[in-house]
């Protein structure tokens, strides 16, 4: 009997499927094997965890890594440390310390395997689709499902081809080729879709490559991307000490696709994502000689060996411009080692760079943020506005090779005129893997531990079940493109991330530092709050606090021109309803502050998801499409309310 030919996505989800078909069904169940957590989003998860009474993960590999908030001004952030590690160590997760590195580049070293399933409280999780691994970001309640071995539900799939033909050309590399297909396709648009790279081009491109394009494929707003497994892939394994994690996995000949496109790498340019957003593409050669204040290299796209020895050949034997500020953060201890072995530090010292912790602190306005109105030149993944810490500044995402050429005169320079040699892929890494505690008991825990509890972890608060109609108000009315930043702040704000009521507090900070204070006067008075919204809402991380606040705060609803698919996932899970305009003009019928009723809304989500809403300026229809699973999250109140 012949067998249908098929892609590398329809292989892994196949191999990993437990619920639904993929062709009647518009959701899928699919097994975890591997899950990874993040210090900001983690000690959430492991609280909802601990919640279900389960008495070890059921995964083959949970790993908890700390590496977003590791700089500890005041108490809160070490105490979450603590109590990370004491959950690791009790539930049989493998615990990486701060200093070791930043989650996507160390699981991509040392434990993402091809063919199996990732799943990660942090959107660019996808980074591990770079070895042929099924990576997905998602928020915290969803990893502790996984952990605790249920399945993950994803839209059923469109996948498209994008195949890369030709080779890359010297000065241009991996963060021009996703910031051209993010030219091609946008940040919004792509909910459920994944993004299958394939073609010649692929085995022209090493691991690292294949990662940063994975990476910033969460830019665009897809359930993941994915390379397959080749020999690019084994030769990488094998470097790292992992040659029996290796499988091959490549597109059956004939394997059809949802849809195509095609980039010749040979005629790919330098491009760099303009403020302030990473789908703002424009030319580097466009930008020229622009005056640039700051240069920050590092970040889960582009920490590599591979990146970091790269910006190092360009600045050998050099100094950066004296009015430039240059900080280089590299990805893992690993990377570190090895550029000390070679001179690259050596080097990146003397040209006058500053070498930052391994860690992604300026990504997310950790640390290093720009002076007033800087233009700061970065190549991590994300340009929001005040995302750096400095709203007045402006962002620019670019490639390790633009960041290094602009470096050296401090302004924006192509990095194509004095190109360096390739970095040729190492035929072994070193391997110090003393920085991942609980190694031994992985899987299996150590019964009796105690967790460690610093006053600022509060408990998990639980929606309440969906009432037959509300009162309620619009708590606020948003625009497009509004990120999880701007609902819920990170930089600062970061620390209060396992105490709910703290953390609720700034919802929405950046566009009204009132909303805090409104939503309880709301709630007091006995309406539900409810946020109105424009295209592509929630997009960016996959912090679900942009969601448990908002609950917390009374928000009962969503309605908005289109929702992003994880914080879509989040609302959900936290039992707020995510409505979508039927008319996207309807949108101009409500006002912040307005007072409405949500009448016959339970009826509505236990039916065809259609609602009518009675406004000062007339009667708006709004729908939310929700599977069987999804009806009974919302009607329960959300995950932890149906358990």
Same mark, same amino acid.
């Given at each position: 009997m012949k067998t249908k030919a098929m892609n590398v996505t329809e292989k892994i989800l196949s191999a990993h499927l437990v619920e639904g078909d993929p062709a009647v069904d518009r959701e899928l169940g699919i097994k975890i094997d591997q899950t990874l957590t993040q210090d900001a989003t983690g000690t959430m998860a492991y609280l909802q965890f601990e919640s279900m009474g389960v008495p070890r993960v059921k995964t083959d590999v949970s790993v908890s890594y700390v590496d977003h908030n590791t700089v500890q001004i005041g108490f809160e952030n070490a105490d979450d440390h603590d109590f990370l590690q004491s959950i690791a160590k009790k539930y049989g997760i493998i615990y990486s310390k701060a200093g070791n590195g930043i989650c996507h580049q160390l699981h991509l070293e040392r434990y993402g395997k091809p063919g199996t399933t990732l799943l990660g409280s942090d959107s660019h999780t996808p980074t591990g689709g770079g070895i042929g691994q099924i990576a997905i970001g998602a928020g915290g309640i969803d990893?502790?499902?996984?952990?605790?071995?249920?399945?993950f539900h994803i839209p059923t799939p469109k996948v498209r081809?994008? %195949?890369?033909?030709?080779?890359?050309?010297?000065g241009v590399s991996a963060k021009d080729v996703i910031l051209k297909v993010l030219e091609k396709f946008g940040t919004k648009g792509n909910v459920g879709w994944i993004f299958e790279y394939t073609g010649p081009g692929v085995k022209t491109l090493d691991v690292p490559s294949r990662a940063t394009i994975t990476n910033m494929g969460a830019e665009l707003g897809v359930t993941t991307s994915i390379f397959p497994s080749d020999k690019v892939t084994k030769q990488f394994l094998a470097a790292q000490g992992r040659a029996k994690d290796y499988v091959e996995i490549v597109p059956d000949k004939g394997a059809k696709y949802d849809d195509t496109f095609t980039v010749d790498l040979s005629k790919v340019e330098p491009l760099m994502a303009a403020p302030h957003s990473p789908g703002n593409i424009i030319t580097v050669k466009s930008m020229k000689g622009k005056k640039v204040n700051q240069i920050m290299i590092g970040s889960c796209t582009n920490s590599s060996y591979r990146d970091i020895r790269t910006v190092a050949?360009?600045?050998?034997?050099?100094?950066?411009?004296?009015?430039?500020?240059?900080?280089?953060?590299?990805?893992?201890?690993?990377?570190?080692?090895m550029l000390a072995k070679d001179g690259s530090l050596g080097i990146l010292h003397r040209a006058g760079c500053r070498m930052l912790e391994n860690a992604c602190g300026f990504c997310i306005g950790a640390h290093m943020s720009p002076r007033t109105g800087a233009i700061s030149l970065r190549t991590n993944n994300r340009n929001f506005e005040g995302r750096s810490g400095t709203k007045s500044a402006g962002i620019y995402l670019v490639s390790p090779e633009t960041a290094a050429a602009s470096a050296l005169t401090g302004k924006v320079e192509m990095p194509t005129k004095n190109p360096v040699a390739a970095v040729p892929s190492p035929?072994?890494?070193?391997?110090?893997?003393?920085?991942?505690?609980?190694?031994?008991?992985?899987?299996?825990?150590?019964?009796g531990a105690e967790i460690v509890r610093g006053p600022n972890i509060a408990q998990v608060p639980k929606g309440e079940k969906l009432a037959s109609s509300y009162k309620a108000v619009c708590a606020i009315k948003v625009g497009d493109k509004i990120t999880?930043?701007?609902?819920?702040?990170?930089?600062?704000?970061?620390?209060?991330?396992?105490?709910?009521?703290e953390?609720?507090?700034? %919802?929405?900070?950046?566009?009204?530092?009132?909303?805090?204070?409104n939503c309880l006067a709301n709630k007091a008075a006995g309406a539900v709050?409810?946020?109105?919204?424009g295209e592509s809402y929630g997009q960016g991380s996959s912090r679900e606090h942009a969601a448990l606040c908002p609950m917390y705060l009374g928000v009962k609803a969503v309605i908005a021109k289109s929702i992003e698919r994880i914080h879509r996932a989040n609302l959900i899970n936290f039992g707020i309803i995510p409505f979508e305009f039927e008319n996207a003009s309807d949108y101009e019928k409500f006002s912040a502050s307005d007072s409405f009723s949500l009448d016959g809304v339970r009826a509505a989500v236990e039916g065809d998801g259609v609602l009518q809403i009675k406004t000062k300026k007339g009667v708006?229809?709004?729908?939310?499409?929700?599977?069987?699973?999804?009806?009974?999250?919302?009607?329960?109140?959300?995950?932890?309310?149906?358990l």
């Open positions: 990893i502790a499902v996984a952990m605790a071995g249920g399945a081809a994008i %195949v890369l033909k030709g080779k890359l050309k010297k050949l360009y600045l050998k034997g050099k100094h950066v411009a004296d009015d430039v500020e240059v900080g280089i953060a590299c990805g893992s201890r690993q990377v570190i080692d035929k072994k890494f070193p391997v110090d893997d003393s920085m991942f505690l609980y190694r031994t008991t992985a899987g299996k825990g150590v019964k999880t930043d701007h609902i819920m702040p990170a930089g600062a704000r970061l620390k209060f991330r396992s105490n709910i009521p953390y609720a507090k700034f %919802v929405f900070e950046p566009c009204d530092p009132q909303f805090h204070n709050n409810v946020i109105v919204a708006v229809s709004v729908r939310t499409r929700l599977s069987d699973r999804e009806k009974h999250l919302i009607l329960c109140g959300g995950l932890l309310a149906s």
